[in-house]
């Protein structure tokens, strides 16, 4: 059996060992027998018990008992004494009864009734079905049904379904047709790797004549060995079911899907479910585990000698499964697949409305359910970083849109020496090669790191941090699903001002980025939102700027788009802002540049952050998927800005 924690307070246990003790002396009484045949029933003496009984012969009755707690898969029960009157060789004694369970069932509580009769001198209990339970007739056994409700959708912002359909095998038995009930379960417990225990107190407490499934799998997964392994087991049935298993979009955010709890689901969500019942195991899916998968109702009953139900002795409601309403919108989800479905590399995107900070799409590619960076990422911003350092310095009057800024090959600040990582893109200008001298929109648009580095030197550390603070990077918001916001560093120096202020200290994360452009579009940098019902605690305030600071930084923006390194994004009817940047961070120990697209069009804000191998003349990944996205996105879902 299972270990299951005894919920019944020692106080009960205490009453009857208490008085079992102090009845010795009592010969004339029927006490002495009420008392030590329920102790010994409680304790799980049931020969003992069997001992106190008029049964005959005492194993049947000790079988009987035995087979009441495998009935209804008992982790404890507790009796207490009630009156006991006597009428010259017969007696009657009440008891009370509190039967748990267990763990994700409720404590059972009733009353029952004892006949004893007096014996050569010995007060005996009555044997007879109603010792066990006083509704319980001849032939008659009690068991424990589970009711248990089809688990919920998660939805889009239109109330679409998110979860797909699967096709699924269910092994489960009709414990009444089972001949070795232990043997059977037991193979396939061992075949399918779950708790023989587990399985067996599910079978034992089921309804003999209730279809119980127990183990599931998807039909595709069910192939080869495993099946082999499974098939010729007696009793042991197979059936197709279809279940909402599949994320339609973004595996991982949505999350996966045991259709029974496995070794590891059991260590990670602990007692609370059952073989047959769903459980969430990553994503929203998990979050939202007790809403998506409800709670069983649960039913004692008796159970005829066909294993008919003849009476529901005690009912618990359980909770109906609700569904999880989120801000995800399909079209927008669809768009950013199709954008991320031919980089060769790993890339992550995510989009939401500006004017509110609602998540309308999550990306990965590759997708499944393991790949969520585009939440999670700790990615530098690079370049991508400028449309925020380019805030504090417009605003701090250090420099103008059109003012001549040099674009070196190179900067050093304290030490400190910084290169145009951008050069090594396919496409980028020559004007730093000349004598030219660009301005510092054409610095902007495409992405001069030693102009930014260079402009650091009039700029002041805290006027950058708190600009940073001001476009959510590192705020204290939280999704229910694991999420970075973000994190400025620490400036103890010149060199390390100028590497913020070109993003290569600074680590964001894909949604981070996003809402800092959400922030340029709207002017107001909203907190995210990803789940609308059931209802998520208070998000922090929005943050707003001012409308004439933030001016000149969309025009700067908007020149990425039209005349910098982002023109191929420069899709639609609409027109489309955005700052592209280049990063080198060592990933899973390996060196990686990440290049970035930031940008909006309309009311849709959107990051994509691709991982690729350092190579000269590499293709601007992340610029090709902005543009796809943008070409697939639907034109219901973006206005002009």
Known sequence: MRSRVRRIGAALAGLVIAAAGTACAAQASPEISVRNFLLDWQAGDYESAAAYTTGAPAEEVAGALRAHHGHLDIAAIRFGLGPISVADETASAAYRAEVDLGISDPVWEYEGQLTLNRIEGVWRVVWQPGVIHPQLGDGERLAVSHEIPERAQVLDRDGEPLVDNASVVALGVLPGELEDVTASVTQLAEATDHDADRLLNRVTSAPPNDFVPLVVFRRNDFTGELRSAVTGIPGVEERDIEMPLVPAHAGALIGAVSGTPSRQDEAEVGDRYQPGDTVGVSGLQEAFQVELAGT??????????????????????????????????????????????????????????????????????????????????????????????????????????GAEVACEETSTVDGRTFANLSTGLAGYPVFEMTSQTPTFEQDFANSCTTAFASLSRSLEGQVLADTAARFGIGIDWSLPVDAYPGAFPELRSNADLAAASVGQDVTVSPIAMALAAGAVSDGTWWPPRLVTSPVQEERPPARPHEAARLEPLRELMRATVTDGLAQEANVGDDPVYAQTGLATQEIDGETRQVQWFVGYRGDIAFAIAVQTVPTVGAQQFAVTAAAQFLAALPSSVDGEQ
Do not use: C, K
């Open 296 to 401: 069983a109702t649960t039913r004692v009953v008796t159970l005829d000698p066909e294993g008919n139900v003849a009476e529901v002795l005690a009912e618990w409601a359980g909770r109906a499964s609700t569904p999880v309403h989120t801000t995800l919108d399909s079209e927008v989800l669809a768009a950013a697949e199709t954008a991320l479905a031919n980089i060769p590399t790993d890339s992550h995107l995510v989009a939401v409305q500006a004017g509110t900070g609602d998540v309308l799409a999550v990306a990965e590619q590759p997708g499944g359910y393991r790949n969520d960076a585009a939440l999670t990422g700790e990615f530098f911003a690079g370049d991508a970083f400028t449309m925020i350092s380019t805030s504090a310095l417009l605003e701090g009057g250090v420099v103008e849109p």
